[in-house]
């Protein structure tokens, strides 16, 4: 990656001044030649991104922030630190070292808890400390030594984390970024108090600054977490907005429409409806490495794909970002744009999932076929597994994505079905091929609370989208092909998830449901636990909708949850790949193109945009 030189432009007057030598001087000047010449500069290099949209605010907690605002958002911020997947480790970012144990920057000391605190219980979830309570004690790392707590006197760690910031790291207008820009960012995340932070939100007791550059996270007794990520609120400007009241934050210019940064670019002037204007700059803290490889950066808005293609290859834009959903074109339009840029794939943190009806609201006053209950399909884990493994989700999600995607953007999944074999499993569970073809139903065979002979005969609901539709096709012919009759039927979206008891996902009245959940960077288990059932007890609200209760799957996702190893290191659906309340299909993959004239470096996404980099003239040929 090259080093680019930023341009300064000339100014002012056209004479130019030769400076004199001082009387001391004198005796051995000679004066030089009047005759100069002047190179002339290079242009500054551009690097022309459009957009889809046009971003409601910039304020980071607005609640509003849009595809467009976070492509903004990737070239004005970084850090606070970045995972690298070849490594396996963070890479230093705005902070001066990861934390860990090791370097003494995470400590978990004991502390008292009595009745009435708010702790962390062993399945991870935020409870009042009282008798019946399953917690860990002090000095505890695993579910396995949980105790139910009673009486006495009782001690749990409680977690701490110090983020050290890099020496003198500046704003983009070259004010110091301090530790309490962090720390004030966390208190207006407080008061937007947006969704997507209340995980973290919920599981801090404080969050201070230690001095200029240090700040101290402290969670709830009993909580522990590799995701640091998500307990380090990215600085905004206090020096800039402190003194306004909450209300006025929002609609600050400080805020909403010219923010500074601290990463790669600064953002120069907005004009509403045409473009965003940055340049590169002069303050960031990874200047000396060559970054960012362009002078200026324009985001174009530009709403209508068609048009963004064509400046595409034009070389008006340089970049299409992802908030042109170019994943929605069809496989002719991208084959026909693979001519003549390059196309990025990501995938975002929802997943696509096929929900097993487990526990039905039916089965709330208790199980009974004589009484017309639906058959006990899924209490059997075998079951769940046979489907998993005729599905096969890796082939299935290849599947779905080759009718839309070109081949060279598919990733390499592995898969995680391959020992299971759905025949035997479905044998050993009781459902027998009966008549020898594998096409017709099977039937039930001295399976537990089932009739004999019941058809193993399920029914599936999805949405109505073109992807529902694809995934909800392949699911029906492969469990077809492994002797499970599917009728699957596609709701308008406002039945689908219409509130229980009447609804037919969060009223649990189905079979089979095909949805997607966002997981916010959350543990996905985290969705099936014992407490997150729907019901009439908790009105209807919840994201288990299997309907399972498992107290051993709680315990493994509490424990899941707080390991301290980082987060990124993980299989985000390692517990629910062994436990099936649901299967894991696919996540929905974002698209975003680049000119062949620009170069992004391998294993780069969006997030990483100062890496980008311009291909010399000389080198196109």
Known sequence: MGILILVAFLAGCNFQATALPSPTETEDWQPTSTSTSTATPPPPKVLNICIAEEPVSLYRYSGQNNRASESIFAALYDGPFTWDAEQGTYAPSILSQYPSLENGLISLNPVAVEPGDLVVDATGEVVVFKPGVLVRPAGCQESACAVEWESGAF??????????????????????????????????????????????????????????????????PGFTTGNLRAFFWMPLPAHLLASLEAEQVAAAPAAAQTPPGWGAYRLVS?????????????????????????????FLIIPDVNQAVQMLSTGECDLLDYSYRLENLDKAALE?????????????????????????????????????????????LRVRQAVAACLQPTALANAVLSEKLLA?????????????????????AGWIDADGDPTTPRLAQGVNGVHDTTPLSLNLVTGKAELDQQIGALITARLGDCGIEVHWQSLPTAELYAPGPEGVLFGRQFDLALLSWHTAGQDPCRMYLSKAVPSADNAWIGTNLAGWA?????????????RLDPHEAQDAWELLKATLPAVPLLPPPVVWASSLDVVIPEGATWQQIEQIIAIEPAQQY
């Open 270 to 298: 907005w004009e509403p409806g045409k473009a965003l204007h940055l340049e590169k700059n002069p303050y960031y803290f990874a200047a000396d490495s060559g970054l960012p490889a362009f002078d200026l950066l324009d």
């Open 155 to 220: 001690s749990m760690d409680q977690m701490s984390v110090t983020y050290i910031l890099l020496p003198d790291l500046r704003w983009s207008d070259g004010e110091a970024l301090l530790a309490e820009d962090v720390v004030f960012s966390y208190t207006l995340a407080q008061q937007a108090n947006l969704p997507a932070d209340a995980w973290a939100l919920e599981r801090t007791i404080s969050f201070q600054a230690q001095d200029d550059q240090a700040i101290r996270w402290q969670g709830l």
């Open 550 to 562: 498992d107290p051993a799957f709680d315990l493994a996702c509490g424990e899941k949850q707080m």
């Open 336 to 380: 026909s744009l693979a001519q003549t840029a390059d196309l990025h794939i990501e995938f975002l943190e929802s997943f696509e999932q096929l929900v097993f009806g487990i526990i039905p609201a039916a089965y709330d006053d208790g199980y009974s076929v004589w009484a017309g209950d639906r058959p006990d399909y899924f209490g059997d």
């Open 408 to 428: 060279e953007l598919l990733p390499q999944w592995q898969d995680w079905t391959a020992g299971l074999d759905a025949e035997a499993l479905l044998d050993q």
